[in-house]
């Protein structure tokens, strides 16, 4: 004969909610972080790789959007790491949330209106908590579309001008190759120029 499971107690509550803060905390906050700051790094390296082999920085053009990029991507990580540290911090007080609520079960009739007092004060924090690391994940994000939008304009007008201004005749030299290795990756579609 199979048993009946007992009913969940306000108890049982109070353990459910700290072990699902603790789990949503290492999951979708601690991936979407993962993801934005990878991102972001890899970018700064191809802008740095690009500025440092395709175009020099010397020769580049509308380097305004070369410098938003790279101020809109380090934004980005950094702010990331910040709601990162902010969010732990939130999680903590969530916890506590949970632990002064399972007190509050076994206080007596004087004990509990302070009590709640307490957990009211304590709610209201986590709620504006929260809202600001919305705010700030969604601030990360649109940094970081930000800063991708401007390096690709940097890099596809930089291409295009490298293109545009590549010789016609003679040889065509090109900026992507292994000059370190001393490979020619020259064309010359005529054997003496011209």
């Known amino acids: 004969m199979s048993e009946i499971a007992a009913p969940k107690t306000e108890r049982d509550e109070c353990k459910e909610g700290i072990d699902s803060a603790f789990e949503t905390l290492n999951t979708d906050q601690a991936e979407c972080d993962k993801q934005l700051l990878a991102l972001s790094a890899t970018f700064l390296g191809v802008s740095l790789a690009f500025v440092k082999d395709v175009v020099p920085l010397k020769d580049a053009v509308y380097l305004w959007e070369f410098y938003g990029a790279?101020?809109?991507?380090?934004?980005?990580?950094?702010?990331?790491?910040?709601?990162?540290?902010?969010?732990?911090?939130?999680?903590?007080?969530?916890?506590?949330?949970?632990?002064?609520?399972?007190?509050?079960?076994?206080?007596?009739?004087?004990?509990?209106?302070?009590?709640?007092?307490?957990?009211?004060?304590?709610?209201?924090?986590?709620e504006r908590k929260a809202g600001r690391i919305k705010l700030a994940n969604r601030a990360s994000l649109v940094l970081f579309i930000a800063g991708t939008v401007f390096l690709v304009i940097f890099v596809i007008t930089n291409v295009q001008r490298e293109a545009r201004l590549a010789p016609t005749s003679g040889t065509l030299h090109t900026r992507l190759s292994i000059d370190h290795l001393g490979v020619d990756f020259s064309y010359r579609p005529y054997p003496n120029g011209g």
């Open 70 to 126: 790279l101020v809109c991507l380090l934004s980005c990580v950094c702010l990331v790491l910040c709601t990162f540290q902010y969010s732990i911090h939130g999680h903590f007080r969530l916890v506590n949330y949970w632990e002064l609520k399972e007190k509050c079960l076994d206080a007596t009739d004087e004990e509990k209106p302070e009590l709640n007092g307490r957990l009211l004060k304590l709610w209201a924090w986590l």
